[in-house]
């Protein structure tokens, strides 16, 4: 809006003296004008001084064991003698405690091992992001990642990386560049036979945050390449259609 | 970042923003008449408007006056957003986020030292029994004259936490505040000529700002050098503004360019 409209409208409502022409007495115009019309004003200034929080916003800590004054001084609030009176735990015994008998969890041998090797791909299948792309959720047009599928729900969780796999294959006729981590032999025939491409791209767990959330980052981190042995013979080779094939010099494998 | 020094470190950890996020937002983006022209038809739709900011059709933008940095002349208005600048004043928001701000402030490097970590002698002072008098043991023991503190100050770490979106409410009701006080002072560009104090005392003397805070939007070494040393004066980039010197200076000198960004980033 213009100076000149702004003037009209103050003088319309009755607030700008239409002698006046200093520019002092339009600006204490426009404040009482705010400060009347829309009410974001108290009495006097709000500042550091003057803050509080709501009445009954904070409760007072109770104090216990200090004072027949204060209604919980003999005991505390804990009643009369007994396990519940004792201290430690709040007087409950410890989750899976069972009165001094053997636990469950001790009566009961070890069993298995977990291999901390192991990772988990979320599964994907040709049909369903062919079904996604042409309902309009995936654009094909642009190289498909991980986060695209991620952010429309193609997959539900991203866990260890995305592995693509050929359910749907003889249907799947869109050509498209997808990067996942891993992909079957079946779905990356269907993927390039449609003229599409596939890459296998290793993320580690920063890698795959980084990837789908990079507002997270104040700087993004670089991407880290695979260092275990089984990791960069996967993505050196070019049946997995690995990005690193070809580049071994890059992984250090060229000695 | 190096620039502002330690006043805009200690600002940065209750920046609600990071920089990469403040550059994702485009600040170039001009809402007001460009100066020296006549505002025209074309420009007045540009900015906050009736349509494009509620469904309400009695929607009116704030309006406030955009100066010039060294005169104080005003050289047009600019429209601001309702949600950022004329927000419902909160005092207990406002209250909340200044606790968590100074709780963060403090550096909690209080320290005493116990029974065990006093210095002296650990042996029994008296025989148990046969002495005749009380069982006397430790001679560092808390009740003791130069025995250890029981229960006194260790360091720790006091900060406490704010939900995000209440620091982002704090930050527009401390907004609307200044603005609703008279306090806002929204200039063009905050351009300086030379790195003296002199030059920016002369300026705030000639306006009659008395302590002020100034939010720049991006790092300013004239401005930050002038004013390094004045005590009534801070400095800030606009990706860190917080609640806590918005109150405690009593002007906002803000540049349009921060306004623009701060819309965006505390719109609801």
């Given at each position: 809006m213009s100076m000149h409209r702004l003037v009209t409208r103050l003088s319309g409502l009755g607030l700008y003296p239409t002698s006046a022409t200093a520019t002092a007495s339009l600006r204490t115009c426009v404040t009482t004008a705010s400060v009347s019309r829309y009410s974001t004003v108290v009495p006097g200034k709000v500042d550091l001084s003057n803050l509080s929080d709501n009445p009954g916003s904070k409760s007072q800590r109770l104090r216990v064991g200090r004072g027949q004054g204060s209604g919980k001084g003999n005991t505390a609030a804990r009643g009369h003698k007994g396990q519940k009176a004792r201290a430690g735990n709040n007087g409950q015994p410890k989750p899976g405690f069972e009165g001094g008998q053997t636990r469950l969890i001790d009566r009961l041998p070890k069993r298995g091992f977990k291999n901390s090797e192991h990772k988990d791909y979320q599964p994907l299948n040709l049909d369903r992001l062919q079904y996604w792309i042409e309902s309009g959720r995936i654009d094909p047009t642009q190289t498909i990642t991980m986060k695209h599928l991620l952010d429309s729900r193609c997959i539900h969780k991203i866990q260890d990386g995305v592995k693509l796999l050929g359910d749907g294959k003889a249907e799947f006729k869109i050509p498209i560049n997808i990067e996942v981590s891993r992909a079957s032999k079946s779905a990356i025939k269907a993927v390039e036979a449609a003229g599409g491409k596939i890459t296998s791209v290793y993320y580690n767990q920063l890698g795959l945050r980084v990837l789908t959330k990079p507002h997270k980052f104040e700087e993004l981190p670089k991407f880290a390449r695979p260092m275990k042995k089984k990791d960069i013979a996967f993505y050196t080779d070019e049946a997995n259609r690995g990005y690193l094939a070809g580049k071994t010099e890059i992984v250090g494998m060229d000695h | 970042m190096a620039q502002l020094g330690l006043k805009a470190i200690a600002a940065s950890r209750f920046s609600t923003f990071t920089s990469t996020r403040a550059e994702a937002?485009?600040?170039?983006?001009?809402?007001?008449?460009?100066?020296?022209?006549?505002?025209?038809?074309?420009?007045?739709?540009?900015?906050?408007?009736?349509?494009?900011?509620?469904?309400?059709?009695?929607?009116?933008?704030?309006?406030?006056?955009?100066?010039?940095?060294?005169?104080?002349?005003?050289?047009?208005?600019?429209?601001?957003?309702?949600?950022?600048?004329?927000?419902?004043?909160?005092?207990?928001?406002?209250?909340?986020?200044?606790?968590?701000?100074?709780?963060?402030?403090?550096?909690?490097?209080?320290?005493?030292?116990?029974?065990?970590?006093?210095?002296?002698?650990?042996?029994?002072?008296?025989?148990?029994?046969g002495r005749g008098a009380a069982r006397v043991g430790s001679l560092r023991a808390p009740q003791r004259r130069g025995g250890g503190i029981a229960f006194g100050p260790k360091p720790r770490d006091h900060s406490s936490e704010l939900p995000r979106k209440v620091q982002e409410m704090?930050?527009?009701?401390?907004?609307?505040?200044?603005?609703?006080?008279?306090?806002?002072?929204?200039?063009?560009?905050?351009?300086?000529?030379?790195?003296?104090?002199?030059?920016?005392?002369?300026?705030?003397?000639?306006?009659?700002?008395?302590?002020i805070l100034v939010v720049a939007h991006q790092e300013n070494e004239n401005l930050w050098r002038a004013t390094n040393n004045l005590q009534q004066v801070d400095v800030t980039v606009m990706q860190e503004t917080d609640v806590l010197r918005l109150l405690k200076y009593q002007t906002v000198i803000i540049d349009r360019k921060s306004v623009r960004y701060l819309e965006k980033k505390l719109k609801i």
């Open positions: - | 937002i485009e600040t170039t983006t001009s809402h007001t008449t460009p100066v020296g022209q006549v505002p025209s038809q074309q420009n007045e739709q540009e900015g906050p408007t009736a349509t494009q900011n509620s469904d309400n059709s009695f929607y009116t933008p704030l309006q406030a006056w955009l100066r010039d940095f060294r005169t104080n002349e005003p050289k047009d208005m600019i429209n601001l957003k309702r949600q950022v600048f004329g927000a419902p004043l909160r005092k207990d928001i406002l209250h909340r986020v200044v606790v968590w701000q100074r709780d963060a402030e403090r550096q909690g490097t209080h320290s005493t030292k116990g029974r065990s970590e006093v210095s002296g002698t650990t042996r029994k002072a008296a025989p148990q029994k704090g930050l527009r009701i401390a907004l609307s505040t200044k603005y609703a006080q008279d306090q806002l002072v929204i200039v063009d560009d905050i351009v300086l000529d030379s790195h003296k104090a002199r030059e920016f005392e002369k300026i705030q003397r000639q306006h009659g700002w008395d302590s």
